[in-house]
């Protein structure tokens, strides 16, 4: 048989197979965008150079951290979707150079610190509560690039209801408690390992009942055998951190109202530790001969999480052109957070002949293996529309906080991060605390005094927008605005409130509080639009004025036994400015 006969062979044979062989139809599609933004901040510290406020420090005796901060930044997000078929479908979504600096070379995992995390350290995340992730790529001297796979899941549709399998998206009402972080402007967003039931019944009235069912697993103490062996101690299953959760909402067509239930639970082993602090090493546990040094040494306190959520929402549509959402969140139950604060460590000469105030650790919880929690937060947004162009968009809220750090009962949480209200208040951390000299060394302090989300406030904000028509000028741009907003907050429990007496057991230490419970009041003003209908532009600059939570006092300065800590000076906040200018390409 000639090479031709055999090639013609082949063919036919190929031919008869591919026609009796089923055709899949596989619809594929992505979408996404590319961010770019510059940044621009100054004295987000909120303290200047002062000579003299931290008496004899040679490193900083102003208490002045630092200026200036600028940079650049970028992230490339797409959305994959295939769908096999009418019933079965694919999700994804990736992140390459996700916020990476530019010029730099090492991309950090987004960490919050939050006591609401069980009672494990849980993996770097993209936000705490439970929230899990990737570290944000791997380090692009490797090799590896900068790739993070933040979330794939499946939907199977059915005749009772929509399944959702795999690492997925969470978001309720306003966002305060889950928050997906789908604007264009946010930076972390929650996922969690989830499996999902969704089922809705519509009503004669056309109106329509959703109902749904969850079920997490927020946090895994097992590994898997055929990868990791079984040649260690392997946790139990109980030590898991488990949700289940419920989701009920009724919607009509000028309003929707409902609600997310959710039950966390862990059996923690009771009194072991959670982590490691800092002991002053009195009985020379490292064998070295020396009784004053800090060492790591096992602490925190184990016990068992079990925590409930309700989480009501509602939104009114008003006229059409009016809306109404508010969101209101209680958290309780008992958890052991594990938390142990390092010891005072007086490790110079100058501090010779001084009793250290506290040689051990501060651990959570103070007594037993658990803390109470009772938690409470909320959020109004008001928004109005006019034909002429105007916008306004009202928010306020309230997040509580904790004027007992050290009790047995956990009051304050904090928004999900991605709920913002302002240029830089609630978005960076602003803020010094004050420099504590003990013995002649700095041991405490120069940290911010609020952090980079909603916590410990209650706040109010107004912004108007409105739009103009430039076409005629410049036919490719859609949606120009020009905005200003105003801010302001006051904190219902102290940032700060450091009982030195408390904390040591020693009379007639000094305490240092916040001069008030104000945060004082930010003006931002913003221009946006969109070019070719798919280019995004938004620029926003803004001024802080910082009240007086960011104005520290020593309640009681000439109270001082023996000397241990010596006199503490303040300097009062000064203003802050940024600016912000974001594109961003839709596809």
């Given amino acids: 048989m000639s090479l031709r006969q055999i090639n013609v062979c082949v063919s036919i044979l190929l031919s008869l197979l591919l026609a009796t062989s089923p055709v899949f139809a596989i619809d594929f599609s992505a979408h996404g965008y590319y961010r770019t933004r510059l940044e621009y901040t100054h004295d987000l510290d909120l303290q200047r150079p002062n000579t003299g406020i931290v008496p004899n420090d040679p490193d900083n005796d102003s208490n002045d951290r630092f200026g200036t901060l600028a940079f650049g930044q970028q992230r490339f997000r797409i959305n994959p979707h295939i769908k096999l078929n009418d019933h079965i479908s694919l999700h994804g979504q990736i992140d390459f150079l996700d916020n990476l600096l530019f010029g730099q070379s090492e991309v950090a995992g987004l960490q919050i610190s939050n006591p609401v995390t069980g009672t494990l350290a849980l993996p770097d995340a993209n936000g705490p509560f439970g929230v899990i992730g990737t570290t944000g790529g791997d380090v692009l001297g490797a090799g590896g690039g900068n790739v993070n796979v933040r979330r794939v899941y499946a939907d199977v549709l059915t005749s009772a209801g929509k399944f959702r399998i795999g690492r997925q998206p969470s978001h309720w009402g306003l966002g305060i408690l889950t928050n997906d972080g789908e604007d264009f402007d946010s930076d972390f967003g929650d996922s969690f390992d989830r499996i999902l039931y969704l089922a809705g019944l519509d009503l004669k009235n056309g109106d329509r009942i959703n109902f749904g069912l969850s079920y997490d697993f927020a946090f895994e103490a097992q590994r898997d055998p055929s990868i990791g062996g079984l040649d260690q101690g392997v946790d139990s299953n109980w ?205 405490l302090g120069r940290k911010p005094v609020s952090p980079n989300y909603i916590n410990n406030a209650i706040y109010a904000a107004l912004q108007y927008k409105h739009e103009f028509d430039i076409t005629s000028g410049v036919p490719w741009a859609d949606d120009f605005k020009v905005g200003a907003k105003v801010i302001t907050a006051w904190a219902p429990s102290r ?43 938004y620029t926003v600059a803004g001024v802080l004025f910082p009240g007086g939570v960011y104005d520290i006092k020593n309640d009681d300065i000439a109270s001082n036994a023996g000397g241990i800590i010596n006199a503490i000076l303040f300097d009062n906040a000064n203003i802050a400015v940024a600016a912000k200018t974001q594109f961003v390409f839709e596809f």
């Fill in 239 to 443: 030590n898991d951190s488990l949700q289940a959760g419920l989701i009920l909402l009724y919607q009509s067509e000028n309003f929707e109202i409902g609600t997310f239930g959710a039950f966390r639970f862990r059996d923690g082993d009771d009194g072991a530790t959670t982590t490691t602090a800092t002991f002053i090493d009195t009985a020379d546990a490292d064998g070295d001969g020396d009784v004053t040094e800090g060492i790591e040494l096992p602490a925190g306190i184990d016990g068992d999480t079990k925590i409930y959520s309700v989480d009501l929402y509602a939104k009114f549509n008003i006229a059409r052109n009016y809306r109404l959402a508010f969101e209101a969140v209680f958290i309780g139950g008992k958890l052991a957070p594990g938390i142990a604060i390092d010891a005072v460590i007086l490790d110079d000469a100058a501090q010779a002949g001084l009793q250290n105030p506290l040689p051990n650790p501060i651990t959570l919880p103070l007594t037993g293996t658990q803390n109470n929690v009772a938690i409470f937060m909320a959020a109004l947004e008001a928004d109005a529309w006019w034909n002429f162009g105007g916008e306004l968009h009202l928010q306020g809220g309230f997040a509580g906080g904790d004027s007992s750090p050290l009790s047995q009962r956990i009051t304050q949480l904090g928004f999900r991060p991605d709920y913002d209200v302002a240029l830089m208040m609630f978005d960076v951390p602003l803020g010094t605390s004050p420099a504590i000299r003990v013995g002649g060394i700095t041991e």
């Fill in 495 to 537: 940032n700060l409130d450091i009982d030195f007496a408390e904390i040591t057991g020693v009379a007639g230490l000094p305490r240092v509080v916040n001069q008030s419970k104000w945060y004082g009041f930010e003006v931002d003003l913003s221009v946006e639009a969109t070019f070719f209908e798919f280019l995004h532009w």
